[in-house]
Structure formats: structure tokens, C-alpha cells
């Protein structure tokens, strides 16, 4: 779907962006991880060229941005930041529109879309269309944000940090609603954090920048494996490396394949072991039931196991 | 810095310079203004009308200033509250009255001479002075104040150690606009009698000679703009 | 101020109880303007044009009486409808009534002074009663002080009063009245002159000021520069400038004496409507680029992100986002046109300043209020307009 082909971007002498040759497969989760200066919002934003690149090329579904028309490429791609960048002389239904709008929609299409869309972030139509920006919580605004980069149902959404402005509650929210729009929408999205946390929920492909080279980079499980490079670790916390890794592992795959006893807690099997670890922490057991579900036949977990994943 | 300074006292001394050749420089005046009879401004040393000048609009900024600065102190204490509308309706009413309408009313009540200019150079210095003022100490942070009180200052002491020297910056820019809006004021108050480097220009004006205006014009003008660069450089920081 | 009584103000919410900010200012300044007349005069009396004023009894005839009741009973209104928080609009009615009542006392007390006296004799308004006027007019900008300052009521009312006085003839005792009847003509030309210099210099500073701040909105350097001459301008005293400009002019109309056809010359309205412009370039054009920058980074980049054009950016964002500081720095530009172009009849440009020119040439009071009474008028009433359109559209936000 994108592919960086040896991109940088230089400001003078300084490379903001070095040398990044990256892919993320269509219909994916693909999150950029560094810190402040990292060079990771650079380099999604010459996605759709509100940067161009030094050297090196872009390509969207195979084509080059660069010979793309910039407005028109822009209207393609759904965009949501930190700081929202609501219209505040519009209504929501009015900031929604935006690039509908743009492309030239009819009203009553417009409308339809608009309400559709609202459902879709989790907001009432009725009560929600007709504010303005300032009346809208910081969590409401950047539901209304990505209704507004979806209103065109571009294939592509590219997000800045989009959360990171938001109370930690409404946080996890909002991350939890964009994996179940994703799932019901199979967008394309490069998401860009410092979050480590949040890049392990939200990532399906995980790319790891530091001084604008591309550090790491695959599944989550991949890049926090044993041995991982010194950025990753730095970045995600020595001490804590092996608890972020049992977050990206599966806690049905080391189930035992016997029948539990009667009375064991029960965990998902869909469940991560970080979430396994957390339940026997908390019910003070060394053993969990995890029940039958679709292609796993059911099984008890046990605690000498998942120490040794870890 | 030191070069900036170096550069304008060249330039102060260009204009002194230049003001003690101008009547000196007959043939200058004849070449550029070859109509007019008697080109060369004599009737007074032009040293005089720049000291005249200097000392009306400088006597009128201090006056202004410590009015000014007084009336913002007071408006910002918390029993001064109740001034401020008044404040915000002087504001709005000289901004509607040009200085050259004061000066005009003013001049029959206190006659020909520099009075008429003092009045209207006072109070028309005096509102940016009370505007910087009043914003300066407006913005000094509560929780700044509500520091200082905690430490145990009394009220003076905030205000003389804490609200002022935090309010300096905007204070001080409220000062150079009211000095540069004196010296341009005052030149207008040549027309009421006050002696200045604007009275060539006037007496040109009504005898039709060029030459003094031109005389005129362009030493007011250098004036102005000399003092505002000397002020921008001493309160640059 | 009287102590409220105690069982009011148990009842009554402190909020609503409490009078307004406004109150103390409007009580000093209605008891101020009510004292004034009476401890600096009301009138004073000339034998003729040339020989100065002497301070006259007010006479009190059985039509100055009742206007003076009038005076002080607006004045009181004014003091006691101060002190309700809702009743402020209507306070500042009552300072329209309590001028035009005090205008009223002044025009039948000087007929009634001037009755039996020679023809030549004439009547004016004495320091007292023009300082009431100006404490009446504080008052009411102290009433509208928290609704953006401009009192638009205040000065609508008296303005019908004054007009509706000036009609039925009761201010014609007035040597300035009498002064104006004589030289109708003169003012409403030197008006007309006025109005086309300083609209004339504002459109040709907007012509100047919108596409170079458009230009610099990207440019740091062009900003740069462009604010450095406006200030410079601003630095430059207007009577320097008027001056300055018209050494170069009068040498390009000998030079191309077809200019003279359009009105270019060394004299004249035209170095004039050009002096005046350089002054508005500053106001212009810093209102200009803070307004269009009131859309800020974030919201650009959203709306670069989506796809916006830069000339939908401009018209879509900025400028319906900055519009309201924009006219704000147009309010300060027309404002001061007005006043600059007083200083145009210096240099033979015409307008009102011509008058008030005249007047201090011959140290004449009633010249000088002729020129500077419909100078004032008309920035009030420019700043009253503008001001009111800004807040149109704040409201359409």
C-alpha cells in the first residue's frame, strides 16, 4: 500500500529523516514509534507531501506522490493531528464535510454521510451535528477529527499523534473505538506515537525510529523479542521489556492441552499473556482455564510456562 | 551593541552638524529653491528651536509619564477597579479627537505661546503610558502575586518589587510611544505659537517659502525618527 | 452615595445587589458635570467679535428655568440608574438628556442674556459648561465601557436632541450657532473636502496595505520590511511629512505639467491624501497580517492535510477567522483619516482644518468649534459604524 524508498528529508546539514526504505501492507495498522525529534511525523508526513523528501520516493499503491497533484493527492488520504485542527466557525456536520465538500458532493449525500459517520465515532448525530468546536470535549473533538478524515472513505488515514493530548482514560477509549473501526472500515493506517504502550495496542506492523533512521521494524512480537536492538530497549524500558513482550504474545498458543479442573479462572483465548500474567497475579493462582473458541481446542495455562515465554 | 551606540551618536552628530551648517549653506538652498527670494532661515539659531523642542516635549512625556504610571497604579490596585471604565472612556474619546483639535480649543482659553501644546502633549502622552502601564501590571501572573504574599511582602513591596519590575518591558514601551508622540506633537503646536523646529515650517507655510518648510521638515522629521531609534536602543534588552 | 437600606440588601443576592463596576465613575462624573456650570459658568459675553469674553450671569427667565431642572435631573437619573447592572443603557440615555437639556439652558440663557444688548454683543458657552459636556460624554463612554466602549446610544440621542434644539431654534443666542448660519456653504464644502481626503487616503492605503500584507503573510523578509517603513512613517510627525512631500511633488508637476490636471502639485489635496495614506499603512497592514494569523499552525496544517488549496485556506479560514481584527485595525485607520486630514488645509489640501486654521488666525473660538465640532462628530460616527460592524460580525461567528 506505501512504500518509503530510501527516503530522507535535510534541513541543511542536519537529516531529520535518513535513508527509510519501509513498507505497510494494505489494510494495516502500521505504527511509527520514537521520540520527540525522532524524525517519525517527517516522515508520514511526506505521505501526502505537506513534506517532500530530500531523496528517495514515496509510492501509494504503487504510484509516486510526487507526480500527484498535491490538493488532490491530500484529499485521498484522511489526516487527523494532536491538536485536531477543528474549524472553529464550523459546525461538527461543517468540519465533517470538509472534503466532501471539496470533491464537489451533493447535500443530501453530504448529510447521509455526515450522520452515518457520527454513528461510526461513537456520537449521536442529532446531538452532535449542529455544535460548534468549543462546545465538544477534547475526546468528542477528535471523534469528530477522524469522522472528518474518513468523510471521503479514503483507503488511507494518516494520524499524528492523535491522542496524545487526552486524559489517559479517554485515551484507552479511543484507541479501543479505532481497532474496532478498523476493523469494520479495513482502512490503511500509519499512526504515529511516542506512546509505547499505545503502539502495542494499536499495532499490527510496528516501525521503530530514532535520529530519522529506521531502527526496527515488524509485528510487535518480532521487534521485542530477546536480543532486541538497543533503541528498542531503551525506548520501551529495559525492566520492563519482558512484560510489553508478553503483551504481543498470544496466551492461547501456550495453553496446555489438558482439561482445567473445575473452579480455575477463566481467560479468553483471544487474550494476550500480559493479560494472563495480570489475572493469576490478581486471583493469586498459578493456573488459568482457557475455554474452547474457534481453531483452539481449549486448555489450562499454566504460570512455570508463561515464565519461561517471558 | 557597543556598535549600535557608536553608530548613533555618528548620527546625532550628523544632525547636529547638519543644523549648524543650514544657514551657512546659502548656495545649497539658492540651487533647490531658485524661485524663493530669502531661502535661509534666519530668524532664529535653530540650536534654539531644537532646545525649545526638546524641552517642551521631553517636560511634557515626564509629566505624562508620572501621571500615566500613577493613574495605572491606581486602576490596577483592587479599590482602583472601579476606575476603569473611566479609563476605557478617555481611551475611546482621544482616539476621536485629533491633538491639533486640542491645541485649537485649548488656544483661546490659554493663548498664543507653548501652553496650548503642553496641554494637549500631556494628555495625549500620558494615555499610552496609562494603556502600556495598566497591561504590563494586568499580566503580571496571580500565581506570581500569590507567591510573593506567601513570603510575607506587604502590598508596597509586591507592587515595588514584584508587579513593576515585571511590568517594566510594556511600561517602558508605553514611555518611548509617548516620547516619540510628544516630539511629533509638538511640532504641530508651532501652528499655536510654540517655538519649535516646526515653526519654519508653519511660518513657510504662510509666507509661501518652500525652503524654510523643506528646512523644517526634514530636521523635525530626523528629530523623530533619531529619538525613536536612541529610545528603541536604550530599551532594547 | 447613599447607604442602601439594610433590609434590601438581606434580601437581595449579593449579585444583584451589588452595583456595577461602572457606578463610581458615572456618580463622579454626573455630580461633576451637574457642579461645573455652576462654580465655572454658564455663559460668558463678548460686546463684539473682536473683544475677548467676560464670564455672565446664567439670567433666569421662565425658559431657562425648566431647562436647567432638566440638567440636573438627567444628571441625577444618570448617578442613580448607574447602579443596576441592567439599567446601564438606559443611564447612558439619561446623559444624552442631561446634554441636550444643558445645550437648551445655554441657547435660551444666552437669547435672554443677549436681549436689549447691541447686535454686535455675543454669547457663548463659558468653561463650566463646556467641561460638563465632556464629563457628560466620559460618562456615558463609562456606561458603555463594558460593551466595547463606543457609547452608539449616547450619541445618537444627542445628536436628534442637538438637531432637534438647533430646528426649533433655541440654540440660535449662540455665537458659534449664529457663526454657522453665516458660513453654511464654507462648512458643508470644507465637510465634503474633508470626507474625500481622508476616504480618498484610506482607499489608497488599503490599495497598498492588503496586497503587500498578503504578499509578506509568507515572506518574513517583505514583513520585515514592510513593517519597518510603516513604523517609520508612523515615527515621521505628520507636519514633517505634509511638508516633506511637497518639495518633491511641486518639482514632479514642473517637470511633467500634464500631472497638474490631475490635481498633483506641491499644494493641494493631493501630497495631502498622500501623507495621510503612508500614516494609515501601519494600522492596515498590522491588523491585516495579526487577523489573517488568527487561523493558527495547527489549524493550517489540518486544513493542508485535507486537501486545501491556498486560496481556500485564505478565504475559507483566515479570513472569515480574522476578520473581526482586521476591521479593528480598519476602525483605527478611518479613525485616524479623519484626524490627519485636519492637518491637510496647511498645505492648502481643504477640509474642516481650514476653518479651524481661519480661527486661530484670528483668535476666533466660534471659527475653531466650527472646524473641530464636525471633525469629531464624524470620527465618533466613523468609530461608532466600524465598531458596530465588528461586533455584527462577532456575532455571526
Redesign the interface.
Known amino acids: 500500500m506505501i512504500r518509503f524508498e530510501g527516503v530522507s528529508r535535510r534541513y541543511g546539514d542536519r537529516a531529520v529523516v535518513d535513508r527509510v526504505t519501509l513498507e505497510v501492507p494494505g489494510g494495516s495498522i502500521c505504527v511509527l514509534l520514537g521520540e520527540s525529534g525522532s524524525g517519525k511525523s517527517t516522515l508520514m508526513r511526506m505521505v501526502n507531501r505537506l513534506v517532500e523528501p530530500s531523496a528517495g520516493r514515496v509510492l501509494v499503491d504503487g504510484r509516486d506522490v510526487a507526480q500527484a497533484e498535491p490538493e488532490a493527492l491530500r484529499r485521498g488520504i484522511g489526516y487527523v493531528i494532536q491538536s485536531v485542527g477543528l474549524f472553529p466557525h464550523w459546525r461538527v456536520a461543517e468540519n465533517i464535510a470538509t472534503v466532501p465538500r471539496l470533491l464537489g458532493w451533493e447535500a443530501a449525500r453530504i448529510a447521509e454521510r455526515v450522520d452515518a459517520l457520527l454513528a461510526l465515532v461513537g456520537l449521536d448525530p442529532a446531538r452532535f451535528r449542529d455544535r460548534f468546536p468549543h462546545e465538544l470535549s477534547g475526546g468528542q473533538a477528535q471523534r469528530v477529527g477522524l469522522a472528518r478524515a474518513l468523510a471521503a472513505d479514503p483507503p488511507l488515514l494518516l494520524m499524528d499523534e492523535p491522542f496524545s493530548a487526552l486524559d489517559p482514560g479517554t485515551r484507552r477509549d479511543l484507541q479501543v473505538e479505532l481497532r474496532r473501526i478498523h476493523a469494520r472500515t479495513g482502512k490503511t493506517i500509519l499512526f504515529v506515537t511516542h506512546d509505547v504502550e499505545e503502539a502495542l495496542v494499536l499495532a499490527d506492523e510496528l516501525a521503530v525510529l530514532e535520529d530519522g533512521r529506521l531502527a526496527a521494524r515488524g509485528r510487535p512480537a518480532q521487534v521485542l523479542e530477546t536480543g532486541a536492538d538497543r533503541t528498542v530497549r531503551r525506548l520501551f524500558g529495559e525492566e520492563s521489556l519482558a512484560f510489553h513482550r508478553l503483551g504481543t504474545l498470544p496466551a492461547a498458543r501456550l495453553a496446555r492441552p489438558e482439561d482445567a479442573e473445575d473452579g480455575l479462572p477463566v481467560l479468553p483465548a483471544t487474550a494476550s499473556l500480559k493479560q494472563a500474567l495480570m489475572l493469576m497475579l490478581e486471583q493469586g493462582t498459578d493456573r488459568l482455564a482457557v475455554p474452547a473458541e474457534a481453531g483452539f481446542p481449549g486448555g489450562t495455562l499454566h504460570w512455570a510456562d508463561l515464565v519461561r515465554a517471558a | 551593541m557597543r556598535r549600535r551606540w557608536a553608530w548613533l551618536l555618528a548620527q546625532a552628530a550628523a544632525f547636529l552638524l547638519a543644523l549648524w551648517a543650514a544657514p551657512r549653506a546659502e548656495g545649497l538652498w539658492r540651487w533647490l529653491f531658485p524661485g524663493i527670494a530669502r531661502p535661509v532661515w534666519e530668524s532664529q539659531s535653530w540650536f534654539v528651536l531644537l532646545g525649545e523642542h526638546l524641552m517642551l516635549s521631553l517636560g511634557a512625556a515626564a509629566i505624562a509619564g508620572t501621571i500615566g504610571l500613577a493613574a495605572a497604579i491606581l486602576a490596577t490596585r483592587p479599590g482602583g477597579?472601579?476606575?476603569?471604565?473611566?479609563l476605557?472612556?478617555?481611551?475611546?474619546?482621544a482616539?476621536?479627537?485629533?491633538p491639533?483639535?486640542v491645541i485649537?480649543?485649548a488656544?483661546?482659553?490659554l493663548g498664543?505661546g507653548a501652553a496650548p501644546t503642553l496641554l494637549a502633549l500631556v494628555l495625549y502622552a500620558s494615555l499610552p503610558v496609562m494603556r502600556g502601564a495598566v497591561a504590563g501590571l494586568d499580566a503580571v501572573p496571580p500565581a506570581v502575586l500569590d507567591a510573593a504574599r506567601g513570603t510575607g511582602m506587604g502590598r508596597a513591596g509586591i507592587l515595588a518589587r514584584v508587579e513593576l519590575p515585571l511590568a517594566m518591558p510594556v511600561i517602558q514601551a508605553g514611555l518611548r510611544v509617548a516620547v516619540?508622540l510628544s516630539?511629533?506633537?509638538?511640532?504641530?503646536g508651532?501652528?499655536?505659537g510654540a517655538q519649535c523646529l516646526?515653526t519654519p515650517?508653519?511660518t513657510?507655510?504662510a509666507n509661501g517659502n518652500?525652503a524654510w518648510?523643506?528646512q523644517?521638515?526634514?530636521f523635525?522629521?530626523w528629530l523623530?525618527?533619531l529619538a525613536?531609534r536612541a529610545l528603541r536602543l536604550a530599551l532594547a534588552r | 452615595m447613599a447607604p442602601r437600606p439594610a433590609a434590601l440588601s438581606a434580601r437581595a443576592t449579593p449579585e444583584a445587589a451589588a452595583p456595577p463596576r461602572e457606578a463610581t465613575a458615572v456618580a463622579l462624573l454626573a455630580a461633576g458635570a451637574a457642579l461645573c456650570p455652576f462654580l465655572l459658568g454658564w455663559l460668558s459675553v463678548a460686546p463684539n467679535r473682536l473683544l475677548s469674553p467676560r464670564p455672565a450671569e446664567l439670567p433666569m427667565t421662565p425658559a431657562v428655568g425648566p431647562a436647567l431642572g432638566l440638567f440636573l435631573l438627567g444628571c441625577l437619573a444618570m448617578l442613580l440608574l448607574a447602579r443596576r447592572e441592567r439599567l446601564l443603557p438606559w443611564a447612558e440615555a439619561a446623559a444624552a438628556l442631561a446634554l441636550a437639556a444643558l445645550l437648551a439652558t445655554a441657547g435660551l440663557g444666552a437669547r435672554a442674556a443677549l436681549e436689549g444688548a447691541s447686535p454686535l454683543a455675543r454669547a457663548m458657552p463659558a468653561a463650566g459648561t463646556w467641561l460638563s459636556m465632556l464629563l457628560l460624554a466620559l460618562a456615558a463612554g463609562s456606561c458603555a465601557a463594558g460593551r466595547g466602549g463606543t457609547p452608539a446610544r449616547f450619541l445618537l440621542l444627542s445628536a436628534l436632541g442637538a438637531a432637534a434644539l438647533l430646528a426649533a431654534g433655541l440654540l440660535d443666542g449662540l455665537s458659534v450657532v449664529r457663526e454657522a448660519a453665516a458660513r453654511g456653504g464654507e462648512i458643508r464644502a470644507a465637510l465634503g473636502q474633508h470626507l474625500a481626503l481622508a476616504g480618498g487616503a484610506l482607499a489608497l492605503a488599503l490599495s497598498l496595505a492588503v496586497p503587500l500584507g498578503l504578499l509578506a503573510l509568507a515572506r518574513p523578509r517583505l514583513e520585515a520590511a514592510l513593517m519597518a517603513v510603516a513604523n517609520g512613517f508612523q515615527v515621521i510627525p505628520s507636519i514633517a511629512l505634509f511638508g516633506l512631500l511637497m518639495g518633491p511633488l511641486a518639482a514632479l508637476a514642473a517637470a511633467f505639467p500634464a500631472l497638474r490636471g490631475w490635481g498633483v502639485g506641491g499644494i493641494g489635496p493631493a501630497p495631502a491624501t498622500l501623507a495621510i495614506a503612508a500614516y494609515l499603512l501601519l494600522p492596515l497592514a498590522s491588523a491585516l497580517l495579526a487577523g489573517l494569523r488568527v487561523a493558527g499552525p495547527g489549524l493550517l496544517d489540518a486544513a493542508r492535510g485535507q486537501g486545501l488549496t491556498s486560496r481556500q485556506v485564505l478565504l475559507r479560514l483566515r479570513i472569515p477567522l480574522g476578520r473581526g481584527v482586521i476591521l479593528g485595525g480598519l476602525r483605527v485607520a478611518a479613525v485616524q483619516a479623519v484626524g490627519l486630514a485636519t492637518l491637510a488645509a496647511l498645505i492648502g489640501g481643504g477640509g474642516l482644518g481650514a476653518l479651524v486654521f481661519q480661527g486661530i488666525g484670528q483668535l476666533a473660538t466660534d471659527l475653531i468649534l466650527l472646524g473641530v465640532l464636525p471633525v469629531v462628530a464624524l470620527s465618533l460616527l466613523v468609530d461608532a459604524l466600524l465598531a458596530a460592524l465588528q461586533s455584527a460580525l462577532e456575532v455571526g461567528r
Do not use: E, N
Not at chain 2, 477597579?81 to 473611566?86: E, W
Not at chain 2, 482616539?95 to 485629533?98: D, F, H, L, V
Not at chain 2, 516630539?183 to 504641530?188: E, K, L, P, S
Open positions: 477597579q472601579r476606575l476603569r471604565p473611566l476605557d472612556a478617555v481611551f475611546s474619546l482616539q476621536a479627537i485629533p491639533v483639535a485649537a480649543l488656544l483661546p482659553l498664543f516619540v516630539i511629533a506633537t509638538t511640532a504641530v508651532a501652528v499655536a516646526g515650517i508653519v513657510g507655510l518652500m518648510v523643506a523644517g521638515a526634514v523635525t522629521a523623530a525618527l525613536d
